[in-house]
């Protein structure tokens, strides 16, 4: 599957910005689907994720009550609602799939997007 992020952008604190990540090329409801975020000069690190079987939701902590993910199953499109944006927000936000379910951690997923650039100024 082939996935294409995009939607980042510059925002000040407190705004909002929602990404969106497209997928072809494969059989989307079969994937689960999250979204990975890397600031400069440090490591790829989970945000949030929704599982292929039963839709549901995982996020990491500090995401928590700002970030929603959600999916269209038939526009084969995953979203990413970030509300609430803090200068800690900033970095290169990449979309990933992998046919397993409820992981976490980067080298679970067999695909990615090219990222998109969030950047949040304050």
């Known amino acids: 599957v082939q996935l294409q992020a995009f939607g980042g952008g510059l925002v000040q604190a407190g705004g909002y910005l929602r990404l969106s990540c497209a997928a072809s090329?494969?059989?989307?409801?079969?994937?689960?689907m999250a979204w990975f975020r890397q600031a400069p000069g440090k490591e790829r690190k989970f945000v949030a994720g929704i599982s292929w079987s039963d839709g549901s939701l995982y996020y990491a902590d500090h995401v928590k009550g700002r970030f929603t993910i959600s999916r269209d199953n038939a526009q084969n499109t995953m979203y990413l609602q970030m509300n609430s944006l803090k200068a800690e927000d900033t970095a290169v936000y990449y979309c990933?799939?992998?046919?397993?379910?409820?992981?976490?951690?980067?080298?679970?997923?067999?695909?990615w997007g090219q990222g998109t650039q969030v950047t949040v100024s304050s």
């Open positions: 990933a799939a992998t046919k397993a379910e409820q992981r976490l951690k980067y080298g679970d997923y067999d695909y």
């Open positions: 090329g494969g059989t989307f409801t079969r994937y689960s």
